[in-house]
T-cell receptor, first 112, second 115 residues
Framework: GESVGLHLPTLSVQEGDNSIINCAYS??????FIWYKQESGKGPQFIIDIRSNMDKRQGQRVTVLLNKTVKHLSLQIAATQPGDSAVYFCAEIRTSYDKVIFGPGTSLSVIP | GAVVSQHPSWVICKSGTSVKIECRSLDFQATTMFWYRQFPKQSLMLMATSNEGSKATYEQGVEKDKFLINHASLTLSTLTVTSAHPEDSSFYICSASYHGANVLTFGAGSRLTVL
């Protein structure tokens, strides 16, 4: 597969604080990006997406920032809650190939 | 809308047997389905892409004769792990998209344990 398995980096935050999860993507031809949340034993759940013609998109408590110059994506979660504890993956899509490639993931742990 | 169902959610089998996992799009027609494998504490690794009515496209390093993929209809794709061995134990996840929309919906995954 194209996504190389790595041990997950972890991020611990205090409940109520803001969380920032970063991701570097690999291909400058990717034109669509998605953040997914995966809870233990479940499939990935869509959080927010952004197209390459944008640099910021906001949802409910979440914001995605895209920096195409350095091929960097970030997910900001405001007022982090215990229910936000999960593994977060960024995914890049090259729509011409209709293929989704996942980043290595970050495990977010919220401290009550 | 856009619900993808996987079955079974978990399966335990003996080494050497074959196991079939189903992936169904419940409320939309999926022109393309993807199969991923995920080992503990690792990311999802794309195994193959299947389009309805045609042969699946496998990623480099994935054995097509071991992981048989069939996408016979717009709502069903199956992954068969043939002659399973303990190293095939993993979490298998499918996703589906429909043409014209960059919407990718994931199933809940199927955990395979090979004894």
């Amino acid at each position: 597969g194209e996504s190389v398995g790595l041990h997950l980096p972890t991020l611990s935050v205090q409940e109520g604080d803001n969380s920032i999860i970063n991701c570097a993507y690999s291909n400058s031809a990717s034109d669509y990006f998605i953040w997914y949340k995966q809870e233990s034993g479940k499939g990935p759940q869509f959080i927010i997406d952004i197209r390459s013609n944008m640099d910021k998109r906001q949802g409910q408590r979440v914001t995605v920032l895209l920096n195409k110059t350095v091929k960097h994506l970030s997910l900001q979660i405001a007022a982090t809650q215990p229910g936000d504890s999960a593994v977060y993956f960024c995914a890049e899509i090259r729509t011409s190939y209709d293929k989704v490639i996942f980043g290595p993931g970050t495990s977010l742990s919220v401290i009550p | 809308g856009a619900v993808v169902s996987q079955h079974p959610s978990w399966v335990i089998c003996k080494s050497g047997t074959s196991v079939k996992i189903e992936c169904r799009s419940l409320d939309f027609q999926a022109t393309t389905m993807f199969w991923y494998r995920q080992f503990p504490k690792q990311s999802l690794m794309l195994m193959a892409t299947s389009n309805e009515g045609s042969k699946a496209t496998y990623e480099q390093g994935v054995e097509k004769d071991k992981f048989l993929i069939n996408h016979a209809s717009l709502t069903l794709s199956t992954l068969t792990v043939t002659s399973a061995h303990p190293e095939d134990s993993s979490f298998y996840i499918c996703s589906a998209s429909y043409h014209g929309a960059n919407v990718l919906t994931f199933g809940a995954g199927s955990r395979l344990t090979v004894l």
